[in-house]
C-alpha cells in the first residue's frame, strides 16, 4: 500500500477543508482591520505584540527575511496608523516600533480569527487523538515553534 499517496490525499482535503472554514468565518465576521491588511502585515504585528519596543531589523532577523522588505511593511502600516516609531533611548539613530490602538486592535482580530479557525480544528479530534496529533506534530511543523514562543 502507497501510504504516500494516500496521506497526501487526505491533507489535501483537510486543507481545503480549511482553507473553506477559513473563509467562512473571515466573510461570517465583521473585521475593522483584517481586511486591509496582508500577510505580512498581520505576521509584523504580531512580533511588535510579543516583543514591545522592537526594531525593524530584529524583526527582519525574528522573520528571517530582508531588512528591506520589513522596512517597506512597517512604513505602511506607520502610514495607515498601526504601528509608531520611537526613538531609542540608547541608540538615538534607531527606531524602535510600538503598536497603536488600531495595531492592537488589529491583532486581537486576527487572535479572535486564529482562535475560530483552530477551534474548528481542535473539536475534530477526542482528547486521545489530540495528543497523538500533538505528538506527531511536535517538531514537524515548520521552524516557527522558537519563533511563536517569543
Not at 28 to 52: A, G, Q, W
Not at 100 to 110: C, D, K, V, Y
Not at 131 to 138: A, E, F, N, R
Request: aromatic share 6%; with cysteine; hydrophobic share 35%.
Amino acid at each position: 500500500m502507497n501510504y504516500h499517496n494516500i496521506l497526501k490525499e487526505q491533507l489535501d482535503l483537510f486543507m481545503h477543508e480549511i482553507i473553506s472554514k477559513s473563509k467562512e468565518i473571515f466573510e461570517s465576521s465583521n473585521y475593522r482591520h483584517l481586511n486591509r491588511l496582508c500577510e505580512l502585515d498581520i505576521t509584523i504585528l504580531t512580533v511588535i505584540y510579543k516583543k514591545e519596543e522592537i526594531t525593524a531589523k530584529e524583526i527582519s532577523n525574528i522573520l528571517k527575511m530582508p531588512k528591506t522588505t520589513v522596512v517597506s511593511a512597517v512604513k505602511r502600516m506607520c502610514n495607515r496608523g498601526y504601528i509608531q516609531r520611537i526613538p531609542n533611548q540608547e541608540d538615538k539613530r534607531e527606531m524602535k516600533l510600538i503598536l497603536t490602538m488600531n495595531g492592537i486592535e488589529a491583532n486581537r482580530e486576527h487572535d479572535g480569527y486564529e482562535e475560530q479557525i483552530l477551534e474548528f480544528l481542535v473539536t475534530k479530534w477526542d482528547k486521545d487523538e489530540q495528543k497523538k496529533l500533538v505528538d506527531l506534530l511536535k517538531g514537524k511543523v515548520g521552524n516557527h515553534a522558537k519563533e511563536d514562543s517569543l
